[in-house]
């Protein structure tokens, strides 16, 4: 099983930056995926951003060239940096991990509310 406590949401203005943790543990060393949802209200959960074992990312396109996704050299711990946040962007904030022998884990979200 993977645990996974995010950290780092909070009240932004328009054009701010925030930065998102994710803390993971349990079967961290079988992980091959990581990334960040987002859910707003009304909405479905969407993907923000990936990064897998290997370091390939992948980022919905309304957050390319302002968010970027990293892990630390341990692998366990996931990093969301948000630049030039938008309204938009109000959402509570889930980390997400695949581990090919503990499945699939989700903590338990971070809101981040961006506001003028």
């Known amino acids: 099983q993977v645990q996974l406590v995010e950290s780092g949401g909070g009240l932004v203005q328009p054009g701010g930056s925030l930065r998102l943790s994710c803390a993971a543990s349990g079967s961290i060393f079988s992980i091959n995926l990581m990334g960040w949802y987002r859910q707003a209200p009304g909405k479905q959960r969407e993907l923000v951003a990936a990064?897998?074992?290997?370091?390939?990312?992948n980022y919905a396109d309304s957050v390319k060239g302002r968010f970027t996704v990293s892990r630390d050299s341990a692998k366990s711990t996931l990093y969301l940096q948000m630049n030039s946040l938008k309204f938009e962007d109000t959402a509570v904030y889930f980390c997400y991990a695949h581990s090919i022998v503990a499945g699939d884990g989700w903590g338990q979200g971070t809101q981040v509310t961006v506001s003028s």
């Open positions: 990064i897998t074992s290997l370091g390939s990312t």
